[in-house]
């Protein structure tokens, strides 16, 4: 799976401004494109996010959820290739560890807004961070 978003920015202008900022430690803030990651402690460029709300509509109209049985049995599926099975494995992986990231799911369409929460991701390891307004609420 590839990145599920993409850095607008001037890659030559970006280098410029990230050699001298590479060696400082910028606080996150809601105000600024370029901080210290609270996840690798890089200090570079991050993209912002907005966040839609998309109703749960499954047969539960619960969010879906694994368990390590459940990821047995898709490791254990015949029916996939080898790099089928790496890439359905691994994603489920971090869903089950209880990692936060962003990845290509089903399209959808929502006018949903979620006011006052945001993300924002590394461009160095592609970790989101979640904000609540002007504060961070993941990492902890
Ligand atoms: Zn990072």
Redo the contacts with the bound molecule.
């Keep these: 799976m590839g990145a599920a978003f993409s850095f607008a920015h001037n890659a030559a202008i970006v280098l410029t401004e990230l050699d001298s900022m590479a060696d400082q430690n910028i606080e996150p803030s809601i105000e600024r494109t370029i901080f210290t990651?609270p996840?690798?402690q890089?200090t570079g460029r991050q993209a912002w996010f907005n966040l839609y709300a998309d109703q749960i509509r499954n047969e539960q109209g619960l969010p879906l959820r694994l368990g390590e049985s459940d990821l047995q049995r898709l490791r254990d599926n015949p029916t996939f290739s080898e790099d089928k099975r790496k890439q359905v494995v691994g994603y489920w992986e971090r869903v089950v560890s209880g990692k936060v990231f962003v990845d290509r799911w089903a399209p959808c369409y929502s006018e949903l807004f979620v006011a006052n929460v945001s993300l924002s991701i590394?461009h160095?390891?592609e970790?989101p961070v979640i904000w609540l307004r002007d504060q961070i609420i993941h990492p902890v």
Aim: charged share 25%; glycine share 0%.
């Design positions: 990651c996840h690798c890089e590394c160095a390891c970790d």
